[in-house]
């Protein structure tokens, strides 16, 4: 390897002063003997004035708080989120008394039938005998109205 | 429900620090943002997927490491994944380098871009076009140093690698700059460097 291209890659760093002092000394004493790379030095300290001429970049068109919002964009779904569960929660509410009253109040339906056959059997004890037959009813021990 | 509470009480300052942070870094991260996008809309996007990205990670960073730093290695990034996602849309646009980038990228002939002489007369405007069309790692590189004024172990830190990475970096982006000015204006440039 020549001496150029062993230095030629620290030319850069070396105007920046970025080198350590020992690998600087070993450049500029390359650049006393050297034309080329010191003719390569002066283009990269060029570009560093092109890049340093440059202007500012113009001011942001976005404002700080549309970026930040837009960091956030969680936070309108989660609202939407809790302000939809809040109207499940209200309907919910409003309907749910109505039908559980409607589930408990239903009586029990009673048949015409049995409360024809209530009625006989209540007939027959008063009477003491079967309606139907006439025939007197007979006291079972331990029966009682 | 005390854990809860204390949990949403945390995140209530981690928005409120993330925001003074950011308040704080906003306009020398656009600037770092459209210097390595070269225009306003890129410039934007790149800022607004930082600031997501930055969000999202906030939990992640040392409070140790100057915030600015910390967001430029986020806008380093995304800007790289920025430019991989456009190299895949636009395969042919590229001529691909070497395995690190290191052969010069294609310039577009800016002969057939309308309002060329305008983007002729500016030497800001060329310096950004070579810029633009530099391998994004050398781009950021040097523009942290020259644009930003940072130390080769600053830019290390952001970018998180070596010295003697950056080094080389910023020595080969200067290298590819010079090309790519010499072949877009080869009259004006080949009198100043």
Redesign the interface.
């Known amino acids: 390897m020549s001496n150029c291209e062993k230095f030629a890659?620290?030319?850069?760093?070396y105007s920046?002063r970025?080198l350590s002092a020992g690998e600087s000394l070993l450049v500029r004493q390359h650049l006393f003997e050297c034309e080329a790379c010191t003719a390569e030095l002066k283009?990269?300290e060029?570009?560093?004035g092109?890049?340093?001429?440059?202007?500012?970049?113009?001011e942001?068109?976005?404002n700080?708080e549309q970026?930040?919002a837009?960091?956030?964009p969680q936070t309108g779904s989660r609202a939407r989120l809790v302000l939809g569960l809040a109207c499940v929660a209200v309907v919910v509410s409003l309907i749910a008394p109505g039908v559980m009253r409607t589930a408990h109040i239903v009586p029990p339906q009673t048949t015409n039938q049995e409360l024809e056959r209530e009625i006989a059997r209540d007939q027959m004890i008063e009477a003491e005998a079967d309606p139907t037959s006439g025939a007197p009813l007979v006291h079972l021990a331990g029966y009682s109205r | 429900m005390f854990s809860m509470l204390k949990s949403k009480t945390e995140a209530i300052s981690a928005n409120a620090e993330?925001?003074q942070l950011?308040?704080g870094a906003?306009?020398q991260a656009?600037?770092v943002a459209?210097?390595l996008t070269g225009n306003?809309v890129d410039?934007?996007d790149l800022?607004?997927e930082s600031?997501?990205r930055?969000?999202?990670f906030f939990h992640r960073y040392d409070r140790s490491l100057p915030f600015l730093s910390w967001m430029y290695r986020i806008i380093s990034n995304a800007h790289i994944d920025m430019v991989r996602r456009r190299n895949k849309l636009k395969p042919s646009s590229l001529d691909h380098g070497g395995k690190d980038g290191d052969q010069a990228l294609e310039i577009a002939d800016l002969s057939f871009c309308p309002g060329v002489e305008l983007i002729r007369s500016s030497?800001?405007d060329c310096?950004?076009k070579a810029l633009n069309a530099m391998n994004p790692e050398f781009r950021m590189a040097?523009?942290l140093?020259?644009?930003e004024g940072m130390?080769?172990e600053e830019i290390a830190a952001i970018m998180e690698t070596s010295?003697g990475t950056v080094?080389?970096r910023?020595?080969r982006g200067?290298?590819q700059?010079?090309g790519f000015?010499l072949k877009l204006q080869p009259e004006t440039y080949g009198r100043?460097?």
């Open positions: 890659p620290l030319l850069s760093a920046d970025e283009t990269l060029g570009i560093r092109l890049m340093l001429e440059m202007p500012s970049a113009p942001p068109r976005v700080f970026l930040i837009a960091t956030r | 993330f925001e950011m308040r906003y306009r656009h600037s459209y210097r306003q410039a934007e800022l607004q600031f997501v930055a969000f999202r030497y800001s310096v950004q040097v523009v140093s020259d644009v130390s080769y010295i080094r080389s910023i020595h200067r290298t700059l010079r000015l100043m460097i």
